[in-house]
Antibody
């Protein structure tokens, strides 16, 4: 049974760096074909893909946010960590981590999401 | 403005069939990249409905189906039920952006 759970601050100030952790179970990020992604959703708006990390440590980032994002994995802890620098109020939203279905870019298991508010 | 265009809303009566379109371009759907569909009930995380054209994960009813033609894809829901009222998103990959892309979402209302 695959589960994922996001954790991190609920409130950050503008210009600060956001660090989100996704703790998962039911799969290993060292297994060939496995990937984990981050997707966010501003209140009342559409989903936006942020980043994807693969079992071989290959990383892909949204071009519009690439300069602000860093994605790392800790296979021994079954965790991935996303950092986003220079936070702005427009970055307010629910941040989800999700398991990539092998050999596709579909996300078949999602965390419950964590709401991050950017405000001074 | 999303790379994949979906109608903001669709509606249908219980038992009817509805379709939700997802229009892309030659750098995403038209280039042959897979299209996936998600259902998001209010206040919950998205749920994978259809992956790689028309494959359904375990537990998804066969009332849901996907298709693709040219630069567009569609999600069809038959035998509409009240529980189908949700937001629906399409997803693909765009080679010119080198990015996973989502549609703007469609709100389905069951009348």
């Amino acid at each position: 049974q695959i589960t994922l759970k996001e954790s991190g601050p609920t409130l950050v100030k503008p210009t600060q760096t956001l660090t989100l952790t996704c703790t998962f179970s039911g799969f290993s990020l060292s297994t060939s074909g496995v990937g984990v992604g981050w997707i966010r959703q501003p209140p009342g708006k559409a989903l936006e893909w942020l980043a994807l990390i693969y079992w071989d440590d290959d990383k892909r980032y949204s071009p519009s946010l690439k300069s602000r994002l860093t994605f790392t994995k800790d296979t021994s802890k079954n965790q991935v960590v996303l950092t986003m620098t220079n936070m702005d109020p427009v970055d307010t939203g629910t941040y989800y981590c999700a398991h990539r279905r092998g050999a596709t870019d579909a996300f078949d298991y999602w965390g419950q999401g964590t709401l991050v508010t950017v405000s001074s | 403005q999303s790379v994949l265009t979906q109608p903001p809303s669709v509606s249908g009566a219980p038992g009817q069939r509805v379709t939700i379109s997802c229009t892309g371009s030659s750098s995403n759907i038209g280039a042959g990249y897979d299209v996936h569909w998600y259902q998001q009930l209010p206040g919950t995380a998205p749920k994978l409905l259809i992956y790689v054209k028309s494959n359904r994960p375990s537990g998804v009813p066969d009332r849901f189906s996907g298709s693709k033609s040219g630069t567009s894809a569609s999600l069809a829901i038959t035998g509409l039920q009240a529980e189908d009222e949700a937001d629906y998103y399409c997803q693909s990959y765009d080679s010119s952006l080198s990015a996973v892309v989502f549609g703007g979402g469609t709100k389905l209302t069951v009348l």
